[in-house]
């Protein structure tokens, strides 16, 4: 999947834009917040006068959340559509629209197109295109598919990733290239999905490619020029895993020299997976980056005894100089597909008689982490999804309780394991309200039998796995909504989907909280209460993620792409047969009515009040 | 009128034109790098095959090139850019195989100067040799020895080579042969066509030899049986490739022979009893 990311003329003057064009970020990490449904009006100290949406997840703490508050409970069923555009591309469209200084910014996925759209302009017209030229081979070679999660605006520059492993910095104003730098080698099954985050002089990516037996990484480029400023590796030894002196996991499992070596029989870590492919936080107090890493591959996983260090799992890093700080790993030697790349919300929240500085992450494995992100300790893990994998996270050691009858081995029937190798949520990103205190899931419902054997074909050889089949989990929807207080430990409400919740999530000041789903509604719903407000039908299904912005008239507007793809989608955008359940490894025999609901094609919608 | 006129003739001319050009093209998906089976430079078993059937129609091959990995049929054959792919297991789900052209097996491979005559996943000596696998890595999904080996607990001295590799070098999926030329690994077990190729083009002599079982435990199939395919419902390309398997049996064998693919379908030139590689003279680097 897995997975899935830059020149500023003066170091200093990023972070000083940083800091003035989303102060909600800091406030939303170092401010105590009530986590009460109770309004609280100065929860930022400093309001985010700019209504902009500079990087995919709003800010670094990756809430999600608007500071804006016009589109209400009351007026929603009055948005209506203010402009369109047509990408003219036909994937899937899992990148969210970026504004800043009165521009839209979309990527799109291969080929990679940028455009700039004029919102100071009625019907916001194109102000520049960019075609990186990404190269063809790179759907061939790629392992997966060939989405992009979206742009990154940090002072006056569009920072974009290519599926080919480009950086590349655009002059926001002209589209013109400011440097490009590669990262990575298609021609060893690299590519790169995800968005780039930009921290202070820094421009941070990670690739994708585990199943083709790529090495993960994370890669810090100077935002200045694009050199590499540091690599931090997922697996091997700690020297490449910047592990040193400042490295201390709360959990003893994660101690000791070289786990990225010893947990795994000999060399098998020099193609041992751990991609990053998904989302990085930061908390600037803290000077931490936080970022997951994907499941360990290519090795069938008899083949690969032991931990996996570091697959699966989460870092923690200092921001400057990439040294890791402490890890967690969710999903040791990960048996399912169980990425650890999913977002981390960072928030501060009322725990035990105190605050405590924590991130919330909805992992694949279907269970919602609290931990705390100064040292890494898991507070809880609650089931969100239905469970069956495992028996429960032990809080003592931080790992899962084993279902060993579960446990897969080639010619044996398994069935009924959830989640799904989807997870309970993939890479599609939560949002996070302080208003209301709950965290907004979009969330698959999906179980998964292995039965038989499948022989298959790659490079001439022939090769043979369990016959994957993935399904709708109990109560037969296929995904769900979920408002889950972080806090109580549950479910607040939730809204259940035919089709898996495969768009990320907005949630703004007046409680609204926006997504998609793959059949194409765009909906807005109460984000105290869930009830339904508006919903709206675009072109394609939707896999994107919504943003809210204001607009140069001073209105507050709601944006998302259309464009059904992606894993889950790829039965349309892919032209795979609903006859064959087990293509795109299994996801095809859940998805079979989609082709019915909707069809492919890249729309950009943006909605406003009358 | 004249118009008409015009576009009449026109026609008369381009249908006249295409029959001086021949029939229409054969049009093939492949991948560029991928030695035996084909590459760009038409050098491989397959593109020979291609030609041999084009010549046959009494057209020519047209390629569309792609590498062979995860989405191949859904951008070439399923996405029309071709009409046929010439290697595919028998009874694969995304394409309409027809009957296979040929069987194989996965083999051991090992420095004949070694003496090490494994022939058996059963074999003690995997468990101490450097044993180098191939791996692929699909969610779970493996080589078929990469499987044997680790249902026996054979892990630790196991080295696996993916076989997507480094796409820069020719034919990726050959590394894992070199290394046993070198000395990297001790013993091999890499799928037999790809193996029997690479083997005898090594700077030192190499056996190669079927593993044993083919069928390990119930379920594990060490051989395959591999086709040609062409899209559902394309009833009239199916019996045209069925046909020409038929008629060209002989000369098709005789192509695999030449590319020394080990054959375990009683095919001529496929004595499995003996090491496969034709013997070199032993030069040692």
Known sequence: ?610 | MRRMLFLFIASLVAVALRDLRGAEPLRVCADPNNLPFTNAKGEGFENRIAALLARDLGSRVEYTWFAQRRGFLRNTLTAQKCDVVMGLPVDSDAAWTTKPYYRSTYVFVTRRSRNLHVRSFDDPQLRSLRVGVELVGDDGANTPPAHALSRRGIVGNVVGFSVYGDYRTNSPPSAIIAAVARGDVDIAAAWGPMAGYFAARQPVALDVVPVQPQVDGRFLPQTFSIAMATRRRDNARHQQLERFIDRRRHDIDAILAEYHVPRVDGARGADTSAPLSRPRPERER
């Open chain 1, 1 to 610: 999947m897995g997975s899935a990311a830059l020149l500023l003329t003066i170091a200093f003057a990023i972070s000083g834009c940083e800091k003035a064009v989303s102060p909600a970020a800091n406030s939303n990490s170092t401010a105590p917040s009530t986590a009460s449904a109770e309004p609280v009006a100065g929860t930022n100290p400093s309001p985010d006068t700019s209504g902009d949406w500079v990087r995919p997840a709003r800010d670094y703490s990756s809430t999600r959340f608007s500071p804006l508050d016009q589109i209400n409970t009351e007026n929603a069923k009055q948005l209506v559509v203010k402009a369109t555009f047509s990408t003219g591309v036909l994937h899937g469209h899992e990148a969210a629209p970026i504004v800043a200084n009165n521009t839209m910014y979309i990527v799109t996925p291969y080929p990679n197109l940028v455009y700039a759209l004029d919102l100071s302009k009625d019907g916001a017209p194109v102000k520049w295109k960019y075609e990186p030229k990404t190269l063809a081979a790179a759907q061939g070679v790629a392992c997966c598919d060939v989405v992009n999660r979206g742009v990154s605006y940090a002072d006056a520059t569009i920072f974009l990733n290519t599926l080919d492993n480009r950086t590349i910095a655009l002059d926001a104003d002209t589209g013109k290239e400011k440097w490009v730098s590669r990262l990575g080698d298609l021609n060893k099954g690299e590519t790169i999905t995800m968005a780039p985050l930009v921290v202070k002089d820094k421009v941070l990516v990670g690739n994708s490619g585990g199943e083709m037996g790529v090495r993960g990484w994370l890669t810090a480029l100077d935002a200045r020029n694009g050199n590499i400023a540091w690599r931090a590796y997922s697996t091997g030894p700690d020297k490449e895993v910047l592990i040193g002196p400042r490295f201390k996991p709360f959990y003893a499992s994660d101690r000791g020299t070289d786990l990225g070596i010893h947990t795994w029989p000999a060399d098998a870590w020099r193609i041992g997976g751990g991609a990053v492919w998904g989302w990085i936080s930061y908390d600037p107090q803290l000077n931490l980056v936080y970022y997951g890493t994907s499941n360990p591959g290519p090795w069938n996983q008899e083949q690969r005894p032991g931990d996996n260090k570091w697959t699966a799992g989460v870092f923690a890093r200092d921001a400057d100089t990439g040294e890791a700080i402490w890890f967690y790993q969710m999903s040791p030697h990960d048996l399912w597909d169980y990425d650890g790349v999913n977002e981390q919300v960072l928030a501060d929240l009322p725990l035990g008689g105190g605050t405590r500085k924590v991130m919330m992450r909805a992992d694949r494995n279907g269970y919602l982490y609290v931990i705390d992100r100064t040292r890494g300790e898991v507070i809880s893990a609650d089931p969100y999804v239905a469970v069956t994998s495992t028996k429960g996270i032990d809080l003592k050691s931080g790992r899962p309780i084993e279902n060993e009858s579960l446990h897969p081995s080639l010619g044996q029937v398994v069935r009924n394991v959830c989640p799904a190798a989807p997870g309970g949520k993939d890479w599609q990103p939560t949002a996070y309200s302080t208003r209301t205190g709950l965290l907004y899931i979009p969330a698959n419902n999906l179980c998964m039998d292995f039965e038989g054997v499948e022989a298959n074909y790659i490079a001439g050889t022939p090769f043979v796995g369990a016959n994957v089949r993935m399904y709708a989990g109990p109560g037969g929807n296929r995904g769900e909504f979920i408002a889950w207080d972080p806090v109580a430990r549950k479910k607040a409400w939730s809204i259940k989907e035919n089709f898996p919740v495969w768009s990320g999530v907005a949630v703004t000041a007046s409680d609204v909280a926006f997504y998609g789903t793959m059949d194409g509604w765009f909906k807005a719903v109460n984000a105290k209460t869930g009830e339904e407000l508006w919903k709206s039908k675009v072109g394609s299904g939707i896999v994107g993620q919504p943003v809210t912005y204001r607009g140069p008239d001073g209105k507050q507007y709601v944006a998302i792409l259309a464009g059904v793809g992606g894993w889950s989608g790829a039965i349309v955008a892919g032209g795979l047969d609903p006859r064959d359940g087990t293509a795109a490894l299994g996801f095809v025999n859940a998805m079979p009515d989609l082709p019915q609901a909707t069809t492919a094609g890249g729309m950009l919608y943006i909605f406003g009040l009358p």
